[in-house]
C-alpha cells in the first residue's frame, strides 16, 4: 500500500512540474506536498518539491519558499546530501541568496560529498562554472581541469563526451580552447546513450553551420538519429527546426505538412508536435505549407493536457497581439492562469515583458 501511494505522488509530481493535467485535473502546489505519505521516506521527496517550488518562486501554503527553508528540508542522508548540493549549485548559478548571501562556488563544491554521483555533479558544476567563466578558488576553470574532474565511470565518460562536443559547438569558445573534431568524436562511448548523444552533436553541428569532415547535411542527421532510442521523436523535432530556420533536407524546402507527419503518435509525440505549431503559428513571416491559427495550437496543447505549455502559449498571443476564438486575450486572463497553477515567477515575467512591449509601442507612436 505504502509502494503505490508513493508511486501515485510521484506521478502528481511529475505532472505538476511538467505542467501536465493529472486525471484531467490542474493540480495546486499544495495538493502535490499533501499528497505524500507520512513517512521519513517522504522527507526527500518533500525536500525536492520545495527546492522545485523555491526555484520557480511558487508558493506553498501561501507563503513563498525560501531557499532556507529548502536546505532544512532535505534529510541528512547520502542522497539528501547530494541534492542539497545540487540546490546550492543551482542558487549559486542563478544568483540566489542564502542566509542573506550569495552562495560561492567553493562552498557547492564543498557541499558535494564523496560519492560516485556526487563526484559527477560536481564534475557537472565546474563545466558550468568553465562555461559561465566564473571564479573557483579565485581562478578561472579551465576546459581541461573539467575534463580531468569527470570520474571514470559510464556515466563520467558520457557527460565528459558531452562537454567536449559543448566546447566544440560553442561561439566563442570557452577560454579559447576549442577540442579537435576527432577528439569530440572518439570520446563518445559506443552505447546508446552515446550514440543518440553523438546524433545531437551532429544535429548541433548541422544547425550552426559547422563541418564534421564535410558539411553535415539534415539527412545526415536522421540517419544519426536512427541509430539511438526514441529516434522516431528525434527526427520529427530536427525536421521541424530545419523547417523552421527554412534549412533545405535534400534539397527541398521543408513544408509544415512534412514536419506534421513526422510526429510519432504518442503522448510525447503529440505534446511535441504541439510545441512544433506554437512555433509556426508564432512565425512571422509565415511557413510555406499548411496554416497554423492558434485555435489550431490551443486545441493541440488541450488534448496533450499541457496546461503550462498553454499558458505560454496564449501569453505569446497575448503578446503579439494574436487572437483566439476571434477574441483578443487579455493580459488580466493570463495572469490569472500563471497564477492558477502557482507559476508565479513566469506570470512576473509575462508582466515585465508586457510593459516593455507597451513601452516600445508608445516610444514608437511618438516617433
Request: proline share 7%; net charge positive; charged share 25%.
Amino acid at each position: 500500500m505504502s509502494l503505490l501511494l508513493f508511486e501515485r505522488t510521484d506521478n502528481k509530481v511529475e505532472c505538476y512540474l511538467r505542467g501536465l493535467l493529472w486525471n484531467d485535473l490542474q493540480l495546486t502546489p499544495d495538493e502535490v506536498v499533501n499528497a505524500f505519505p507520512d513517512s521519513p521516506k517522504s522527507k526527500l521527496g518533500i525536500a525536492r518539491f520545495k527546492a522545485n517550488c523555491c526555484i520557480r518562486g511558487t508558493p506553498l501554503n501561501g507563503q513563498k519558499v525560501s531557499t532556507e527553508a529548502v536546505v532544512e528540508a532535505f534529510p541528512d542522508s547520502t542522497e539528501g546530501k547530494e541534492r542539497l548540493a545540487l540546490f546550492k549549485a543551482h542558487c549559486c548559478l542563478k544568483k540566489m541568496p542564502l542566509h542573506g548571501q550569495e552562495v560561492s562556488t567553493e562552498a557547492v563544491v564543498e557541499a558535494f560529498p564523496n560519492t560516485p554521483k556526487g563526484k559527477l555533479e560536481m564534475a557537472l558544476f565546474k563545466a558550468q562554472c568553465c562555461l559561465k567563466e566564473l571564479l573557483l578558488h579565485g581562478r578561472q576553470v579551465s576546459p581541461e581541469a573539467v575534463i580531468e574532474a569527470f570520474p571514470d565511470s559510464p556515466e563520467g565518460k558520457l557527460e565528459k563526451a558531452i562537454f567536449k562536443a559543448q566546447c566544440y559547438l560553442r561561439e566563442p569558445p570557452p577560454h579559447g580552447w576549442r577540442p579537435s573534431l576527432k577528439a569530440v568524436l572518439e570520446t563518445f562511448p559506443d552505447t546508446p546513450e552515446g550514440k543518440l548523444e553523438l546524433a545531437f552533436f551532429k544535429q548541433g553541428c548541422c544547425l550552426r553551420g559547422l563541418p564534421l569532415g564535410n558539411r553535415v547535411l539534415p539527412h545526415m542527421v536522421t540517419w544519426a538519429f536512427r541509430n539511438s532510442p526514441a529516434s522516431q521523436l528525434e527526427i520529427a523535432r530536427f525536421i521541424g527546426q530545419c523547417c523552421l530556420r527554412r534549412i533545405p533536407f535534400r534539397g527541398q524546402q521543408l513544408r509544415t505538412g512534412d514536419v506534421l507527419s513526422a510526429f510519432p503518435n504518442s503522448a510525447k509525440g503529440k505534446l511535441a508536435m504541439a510545441h512544433f505549431k506554437a512555433a509556426c503559428c508564432l512565425r512571422q513571416p509565415p511557413l510555406t505549407g499548411q496554416e497554423i491559427t492558434p485555435d489550431d495550437v490551443v486545441r493541440d496543447y488541450t488534448a496533450a493536457k499541457a496546461i503550462l505549455a498553454l499558458v505560454r502559449f496564449k501569453a505569446e498571443c497575448c503578446l503579439n497581439g494574436l487572437p483566439l476564438n476571434r477574441q483578443a486575450i487579455s493580459a488580466d486572463e493570463v495572469g490569472r492562469d500563471y497564477e492558477r497553477g502557482g507559476w508565479l515567477a513566469e506570470r512576473d515575467d509575462f508582466y515585465i515583458r508586457l510593459k516593455w512591449k507597451k513601452s516600445q509601442l508608445n516610444n514608437n507612436h511618438l516617433a
